[in-house]
């Protein structure tokens, strides 16, 4: 059973980085071609897909629009994790953010239990 | 403002069936087969109801089905039972990497 234990801090200051981390069990974050997603969700912007990455012979990254320039996702293969780093928060940022596991096309069938992250100084 | 619509609520009572719609354009639900459907109670993470239009993953009840026609796509609960409250969203590939969801519906099992 795939489980993703999500950790990180819950407060972040307007203008500072937002980091949160994805621990995976039951799975490698290294599986060839299995996407890991960050997404968050807000009263304001709804559910919104934020990034991935995925291993297939290479590291890819595809990253959403609304927050390219801003957003990092790393994998760490020694941990079995990944990561979010999200520059420059406003609180627009302010949601609740999950990991995920799962294509675009076929659904997120894994869920972190999400963070409630609150952008406030 | 979500990419795709949804109605903010539905309802029914035990045992009933009930429909929840979502509807965007060609340049997602309409362009792919790639409709997905989670269920999300309250405090907790949403979870995958159906993949790909109407496929069922694993442990998902079969009283829990999907369909699309054109843009728009539905997601159809029958035998409606008292945890099946919550709410329910809609997702969509729609082309280069990107991913669109709607807005929502809120379930009230009557």
């Known amino acids: 059973q795939v489980q993703l234990q999500q950790s990180g801090p819950g407060l972040v200051k307007p203008s500072q980085t937002l980091s949160l981390t994805c621990a995976i069990s039951?799975?490698?974050?290294?599986?060839?071609?299995?996407?890991w997603n960050w997404i968050r969700q807000s009263p304001s912007r709804g559910l919104e897909w934020l990034g991935r990455?995925?291993?297939?012979?290479?590291?890819?990254?595809d990253y959403a629009v609304s927050v390219k320039g801003r957003i990092t996702i790393n994998p760490d293969t020694s941990k079995n994790q990944f990561s979010l780093q999200l520059n420059s928060v406003t609180p627009e940022d302010t949601a609740v953010y999950y990991c995920t596991r799962g294509q675009m096309r076929y659904g997120m069938d894994v869920w972190g239990q999400g963070t409630t992250v609150t952008v406030s100084s | 403002q979500s990419a795709l619509t949804q109605p903010p609520s539905a309802s029914g009572s035990p045992g009933q069936s009930v429909t929840i719609s979502c509807t965007g354009t060609s340049s997602d639900v309409g362009g792919y087969n790639s409709v997905s459907w989670y269920q999300q109670h309250p405090g907790k993470a949403p979870k995958l109801m159906i993949s790909e239009v109407s496929k069922r993953p694993s442990g998902v009840p079969d009283r829990f089905s999907g369909s699309k026609s054109g843009n728009t796509a539905s997601l159809t609960v029958s035998g409606l039972q008292a945890e099946d409250e919550a709410d329910y969203y809609c997702s969509s590939y729609a082309g280069n990497n990107n991913l669109v969801f709607g807005g929502g519906t809120k379930l009230t099992v009557l």
């Open positions: 990455t995925y291993y297939k012979s290479t590291w890819y990254y």
């Open positions: 039951g799975d490698s974050v290294s599986s060839n071609g299995v996407p």
